[in-house]
């Protein structure tokens, strides 16, 4: 492999110009060709990086250009039949999230990246968000997570609901933080646009005990992308549009928490009012290095590629958040409302 990778984009609509953008400006890759069914959308996005433009993968397969990897940013519903010309062709990819409309689907494309050794790395860019970069640092073991997930509709990614949309974003990082088989899912869900549901919550037990309560929906009328989780040793609060978060630990204040816990029961203290809370915990910012996600995703992916080194998130991870979406789904078409299924 030369020193310079050939990065190509398949499916160059809003997702996939940011993915163009990046693997043009990154060093150590170049922005080799862009594939759209919409060869006008391609060319344009071609002639800015001076690259290739081509309407089919077959046609940029035939042409005989070196390619080491591509993104894969169709529609959903495609993602299958683009990975499964692109991989045995000894492409590396990556797979916008979620990686399938169904787990069938996910574990097939799985299953052929390891048949022919290529890297396989999905597109859950909240992974390399800032704030999310920066909780990396703590060990955290949350019992109770809270996560709301809402926009405006921007009637984009309709081909799937919500949950497969953006919940999907929150399933993968809530499965990568708890570590833990899933017991229960509880889930409801509305369908107002179309035919797939557009608001819904789920709560999802493991079974270690966390508890997780997600909420999403892509018809509010303003955007919020907020965690929030609690555990004996601290509570953590990100808030991923704005890149920033807050944790507080109370370990570091053990010391003080144990005098207090002295003078509470030798009755020394006896107005708990006294007592100023936030001088027995740390309050921290979270130390953030702003980057833009889609960028350090693709410089870790390239890493990958470089060192045939597991992919910070695999094709196993994007499966294993599908596979839970695909309960909460279930979940929310099983539900009854007065005796009878939405769906
Ligand atoms: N990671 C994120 O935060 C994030 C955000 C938005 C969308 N996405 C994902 O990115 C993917 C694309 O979403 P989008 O909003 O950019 O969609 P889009 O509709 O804006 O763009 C998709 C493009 O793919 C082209 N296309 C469709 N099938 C094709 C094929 N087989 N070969 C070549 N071109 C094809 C279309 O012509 C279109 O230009 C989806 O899987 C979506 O879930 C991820």
């Known amino acids: 492999?030369?020193?310079?990778?050939?990065?190509?984009?398949?499916?160059?609509?809003?997702?996939?110009?940011?993915?163009?953008?990046?693997?043009?400006?990154?060093?150590?890759?170049?922005?080799?060709?862009?594939?759209?069914?919409?060869?006008?959308?391609?060319?344009?996005?071609?002639?800015s990086y001076g690259c290739k433009a081509f309407k089919t993968v077959e046609d940029l397969l035939a042409s005989g250009l070196k390619v080491?990897?591509?993104?894969?940013?169709?529609?959903?519903?495609?993602?299958?039949?683009?990975?499964?010309?692109?991989?045995?062709?000894?492409?590396?990819?990556?797979?916008?999230?979620?990686?399938?409309?169904?787990v069938a689907d996910c574990q097939a494309m799985v299953d052929l990246a390891k048949k022919h050794g290529r890297i396989l790395q999905v597109g859950h860019t909240e992974r390399f968000n800032p704030?999310?970069?920066?909780?990396?640092?703590?060990?955290?073991?949350?019992?109770?997570?809270?996560?709301?997930?809402?926009?405006?509709?921007?009637?984009?990614?309709v081909d799937v609901g919500v949950v497969l949309d953006m919940m999907i974003h929150d399933l993968d990082i809530v499965n990568h933080l708890v570590k833990s088989p899933i017991a229960e899912v509880r889930a409801v869900g509305v369908a107002v646009i179309g035919k797939f549901e557009d608001i819904a919550n789920a709560r999802l037990?493991?079974?270690?005990?966390?508890?997780?309560?997600?909420?999403?929906?892509?018809?509010?009328?303003?955007?919020?992308?907020?965690?929030?989780?609690f555990s004996p040793d601290m509570y953590l609060s990100v808030d991923y549009q704005k890149k920033a978060g807050s944790i507080i630990t109370k370990t570091a204040n053990e010391e003080q928490l144990s005098h207090v816990r002295e003078e509470l029961a030798g009755g020394?203290?006896?107005?708990?009012?006294q007592l100023d809370y936030t001088k027995l915990v740390k309050y921290e910012d979270l130390k953030i290095v702003d980057a833009e996600p889609v960028k350090?995703?693709?410089e870790s992916f390239q890493q990958c590629i470089?060192?045939?080194?597991?992919?910070?998130?695999?094709?196993?991870?994007?499966?294993?958040?599908?596979?839970?979406?695909?309960?909460?789904?279930?979940?929310?078409?099983?539900?009854?409302?007065?005796?009878?299924?939405?769906?």
């Open 131 to 157: 704030a999310t970069v920066a909780f990396k640092k703590y060990e955290v073991h949350p019992k109770f997570i809270e996560v709301h997930r809402i926009s405006p509709m921007t009637f984009r990614s």
């Open 68 to 102: 080491d990897c591509a993104t894969v940013a169709v529609p959903t519903v495609h993602h299958r039949g683009v990975a499964e010309k692109l991989i045995p062709a000894g492409v590396d990819v990556l797979i916008e999230k979620p990686l399938g409309p169904s």
């Open 268 to 273: 020394r203290i006896t107005d708990l009012q």
């Open 296 to 298: 350090a995703e693709l």
């Open 205 to 229: 037990t493991f079974r270690n005990g966390c508890v997780a309560n997600l909420t999403a929906s892509r018809l509010a009328l303003r955007t919020e992308r907020r965690m929030r989780l």
């Open 306 to 343: 470089r060192t045939r080194g597991a992919p910070e998130v695999s094709g196993e991870d994007g499966l294993a958040a599908v596979d839970l979406a695909i309960r909460v789904t279930t979940c929310i078409a099983e539900h009854k409302w007065d005796g009878f299924t939405q769906f």
């Open 1 to 47: 492999m030369s020193s310079i990778l050939n990065a190509v984009v398949v499916g160059v609509g809003r997702m996939g110009q940011h993915h163009a953008r990046n693997y043009a400006k990154i060093e150590g890759s170049k922005l080799a060709a862009v594939v759209d069914f919409n060869l006008e959308a391609a060319e344009k996005v071609a002639a």
